[in-house]
C-alpha cells in the first residue's frame, strides 16, 4: 500500500531503528568469537556462508507465514541478485577480512562512514534533497566518528599496515553495503515485497559466499564449539534476517541516507554494551565523540520529507 515518509520520531520507524541497532552493536562480539584460531575454526567465507544460509531459511519461512509470493519473475530474480552480491557477500565478507587486521570497534567507527555514500549516491542518482537540517547534523556526527576513531586507534596494539589494510577494507564493504541500500529506491525493487525479496537475495548470496569460500579454503569445516553455532544462529536469525527485514522496510521509508544512522549509533552502542560485559573504560575523547554523534543524528533526522513510496 501507499505510504508517506515519515519522521524518526514515529514508533513504526522509532522501535525498529532502535531494535536494528541494538542487534548490530552486540553483532561484533559474536563476530569476534567466529573468528577463531584452533585447528578446526571455520574460515571467515565459510562462516558468512553459514550466517546466510540461515537467515534465507529464516526469510523464505517469514515470506510464506506473512503470505508474500515466493515466485519472481526473471527481472525481479535479476534484482534480487544485484542486492544479494553487494551486500550480502561483498559487505560482509570484506568486513570479516577487516576484523583479522583491526579492532571491531575500529571497523564499527569507520562502518559509520556509511551514511556519506548513501546520502550522496541517492542526491546523485535518485534526485533525494540533502537538506540543510541533515547536513549540518551530519557533519556533528561525522566530527563525532572522527574522535571515537582517534580513541580506538589509541588503543588499538595493530601495526599502521595492517590498520591500512583493515580500514582499506572496510570502506569496501560500506561501498558494497551502500550499493544494496541504493538498489531499495529501484521503483521495481520498491514494489517488491521485502520478504521475499530478502528471501532470494539471501539465497543468491549464500551461494556466492560458497563459491568464494570453496575456491579460498577447500572444503566446508565444521566448528565442534557449540558456541559457535549459538552465535551463528545468532548472526543468521536475529542480527540477518530479522535486522534486515526492518533495515530494508526503514530505508524506503526514510531513505538510505536517514537509515545509515544505524550505523552511527551502533559504535557506541557496542561501548555501552563492552562498558557492561568486558569493562571497557571510556576516555574523554570517546565521550566527546559519542556525545556529538547523537547530537548529530537528533539534528540530520529531525526533519521530515513527504516523499510518497511503496511499503509492502
Known sequence: ????????????????????????????????????AGADAVPPSWSVAYRFAFASAAMFVMARISGAPLRLSRKGHLLALAIGIPQFVLNFNFVYAAEQYVTSGIVAVVFALLVVPNAGFAKLFFGHELTRRFLVGSFVAM?????????????????????????????????SASAGNLLQLVDEVKKMPVASLLAWAMLYG??????????????????????????????????????????????????????????????????????????????????????????GLVVALGARRPTPVIID
Open 1 to 36: 500500500m501507499e505510504n508517506r515518509e515519515q519522521g524518526l520520531s514515529a514508533p513504526s520507524i522509532l522501535i525498529p531503528f532502535l531494535l536494528i541497532t541494538l542487534i548490530w552493536s552486540s553483532t561484533w562480539i559474536v563476530i569476534k568469537d567466529q573468528l577463531g
Open 143 to 175: 566530527a563525532g566518528v572522527v574522535l571515537l576513531f582517534v580513541a580506538e586507534m589509541r588503543v588499538s596494539e595493530a601495526r599502521p599496515g595492517q590498520v591500512m589494510l583493515g580500514i582499506g577494507f572496510t570502506l569496501i564493504a560500506i561501498l
Open 206 to 295: 549464500t551461494i556466492a559466499n560458497a563459491g568464494i569460500a570453496f575456491a579460498l579454503y577447500g572444503a566446508p569445516v565444521v566448528e565442534s564449539r557449540p558456541t559457535y553455532w549459538l552465535g551463528l544462529l545468532y548472526l543468521g536469525l536475529i542480527a540477518s534476517a530479522l535486522a534486515f527485514f526492518f533495515y530494508y522496510r526503514i530505508l524506503r521509508v526514510i531513505g538510505p541516507g536517514k537509515a545509515a544512522y544505524s550505523s552511527v549509533l551502533v559504535p557506541i552502542v557496542a561501548m555501552l554494551l563492552s562498558t557492561i560485559f568486558e569493562d571497557y573504560r571510556w576516555t574523554a575523547l570517546a565521550a566527546a565523540g559519542g556525545v556529538l554523534a547523537v547530537a
